[in-house]
């Protein structure tokens, strides 16, 4: 089910306190199970503020402008270009605040189907971050942080845009954007793994605290930081953040922030909206030379000539 708008927040709240026992969407359509069902939310907005909504495992995301998420007492922004995770019976919170209308995409993955899907897909592995390190009734407890889209994720997200009223094409696709969901949940544990930790509670906590800070790095667009405002992010001290973000990630901090720059940057001279010299001046670069330097060395290219060839 997508739907092009939010739905009554009074009329949604009444139906999770139930469970969705009558079995009606919306539209007043015949839903084949009770509980929170699946369904995309695509749509414009400049203004939004959904309170305390208690959902199912959930991806918010934005194919244009930015959101908020706030999960457990933390404030995320979701910025273009990357999805946020809220878990089964988690209370979430999002709000949209914006001078131009947001586009977001919001994947609700329905209980039962995520019930069926995870119990045959999932290995011991992924219980890693559940806290209780079990898995219940096909349930799987996932990072609440900011995740890179990859080409992949994004295609899912284009066929799922436009499958319309074809139930096949829908379910299916949500299937395969779960299968995205475990390989990030996977990649998450990769890193956990390479904490230096005795306990596995412990290299789950640490890992937890570097997300705090990766996810304020995902979402700044002023660089202008030092190691020791990162490092309380985190709770840790400054070289003890410095070493694990490092073993973590594979880049120092200053390392990933040049490398979100570059990122931020071709995304920019992309669009060609633009020149080199404001690209390089939006994003906190001396000069638009240091900016060519750098880019060419990360990218082969110089800037005037990747904005030129890319399509």
């Known amino acids: ?5 939010f739905p009554d927040i009074g009329w949604l709240k009444k139906q999770i306190e139930e469970n969705f026992r009558s079995r009606r969407s919306i539209h007043g359509l015949d839903l084949e199970h009770e509980g929170f069902p699946s369904v995309v939310i695509n749509t414009r907005i400049t203004e939004s503020y959904r309170p305390d909504i208690k959902g199912p495992i959930s991806l918010f995301l934005n194919l244009e402008g930015s959101s908020r998420c706030n999960v457990n007492r933390r404030t995320v922004v979701i910025p273009e270009g990357f999805f946020f995770v809220t878990n089964r019976l988690q209370h979430y919170t999002l709000e949209i605040e914006s001078g131009k209308p947001v586009e977001t995409f919001n994947i609700h993955l329905g209980e039962y189907f995520c019930e069926g899907v995870l119990s045959a897909m999932l290995s011991s592995a ?10 219940e009734s096909g349930q799987l407890t996932f990072s609440n942080q900011l995740y890179e889209r990859n080409a992949k994720l994004d295609s899912l997200i284009r066929t799922l845009g436009n499958s319309g009223h074809d139930k096949l094409l829908f379910e299916e696709t949500l299937v395969s954007i779960l299968f995205c969901l475990i390989e990030y949940h996977r990649s998450s544990i990769r890193i956990i793994q390479h904490l230096p930790a ?8 640490l890992y937890k605290r570097l997300s705090v800070v990766v996810d304020y790095l995902n979402s700044i667009e002023d660089y202008d930081i030092d190691l020791g405002a990162l490092a309380s992010l985190a709770n840790l001290s400054k070289y003890h953040f410095l070493r694990l973000f490092k073993l973590a990630y594979g880049l120092s901090p200053y390392q990933y922030v040049q490398k979100l720059r570059l990122e931020k940057a071709a995304r920019l001279l992309k669009s060609r ?3 080199v010299k404001e690209v390089a001046s939006l994003l906190g670069f001396e000069n638009s030379n240091s900016f060519s330097r750098l880019f060419h060395q990360r990218t082969g290219y110089y800037p005037q000539f990747y904005q030129r060839i890319i399509n």
């Open 1 to 5: 089910m997508i739907l092009t708008e």
């Open 126 to 135: 992924d219980t890693l971050l559940n806290e209780n390190h079990h898995l």
């Open 273 to 275: 909206a633009l020149s």
């Open 198 to 205: 005795v306990k596995q509670s412990t290299r789950v906590d």
